[in-house]
């Protein structure tokens, strides 16, 4: 089936740094979404990528199409504490069922 | 409502039990999902309604696990014979004419098998 790896599995951030994340995808996709999930909540919609190479921004959020389409990248500027949290990306191979990334698991650093 | 409902928002229960977790979703939406989300895991797709179509059972991962959504709206999601391997968050979604960029979740059930 389709499979997305998402990377890395979690990091430590402190207050200020940017973050990276990527995530590649085993087949060629017409969408990429990147999701949060804060503690006990669902996953929240941050941003939707529609067409290779397309660059969209949400306030300190940017994520990427890549040309490949195979795989998406969303970097975090000056990160604050409420980043903190779980980022998914996602991206329907077909129809109308997302398939989801492992993950990226943000935490502060102590 | 204004979000996506999930009732009970926490549920122990031993193995070898029945579980019903339920989900009302935003009304007018016509579509409606279940996720699962084992921990430290992504989600893991389960079963997709859409209006009075026959819904998407493929990612049921057992015939112990069914779902059913009753007058187009609230849907319900059976587990019998519970297992260890059970414990979960159950996630379920509901977006407007199956969009995915419109889905939105709840805030899911946790389910623990003891």
């Known amino acids: 089936g389709q499979q997305l790896n998402q990377s890395p599995q979690s990091m430590f951030i402190q207050e200020g740094e940017d973050v990276s994340m990527n995530c590649t995808s085993s087949?060629?996709?017409?969408?990429w979404l990147w999701y949060k999930q804060d503690p006990g909540e669902g996953p929240v919609l941050l941003i939707a990528l529609y067409k290779a190479g397309e660059l969209t921004s949400n306030g300190r959020l940017t994520a990427q199409f890549g040309i490949t389409r195979k795989d998406s990248f969303l970097n975090i500027s000056a990160s604050i504490p409420s980043d903190v949290g779980i980022y998914f990306c996602?991206?329907?191979?077909?129809?109308?069922?997302?398939?989801f990334g492992g993950g990226t698991r943000l935490m502060v650093k102590p | 409502g204004a979000g996506v409902s999930q009732s009970p928002s926490n549920k122990v229960t031993e193995k070898g039990k029945d579980v019903e977790l339920r989900c009302d979703p935003i009304s007018g939406h016509t579509a409606l999902y279940w996720y699962r989300q084992s921990l430290g895991q992504g989600l893991e797709f389960l079963i997709y309604?859409?209006?009075?179509?026959?819904?998407?059972k493929s990612g049921l991962p057992s015939d112990r696990f069914s779902a059913e959504r009753t007058g187009g709206s609230v849907s319900t999601l059976t587990i019998q014979r519970t297992q260890q391997e059970d414990s979960a968050v159950y996630l379920c979604?509901?977006?407007?004419?199956?969009?995915?960029?419109?889905?939105?979740f709840g805030s899911g059930t946790r389910l623990t098998v003891v």
């Open positions: 309604f859409q209006g009075n179509s026959a819904p998407d």
């Open positions: 996602a991206g329907p191979p077909t129809g109308n069922m997302l398939t």
């Open positions: 087949s060629i996709f017409n969408t």
């Open positions: 979604a509901s977006s407007l004419g199956g969009g995915v960029v419109g889905y939105t």
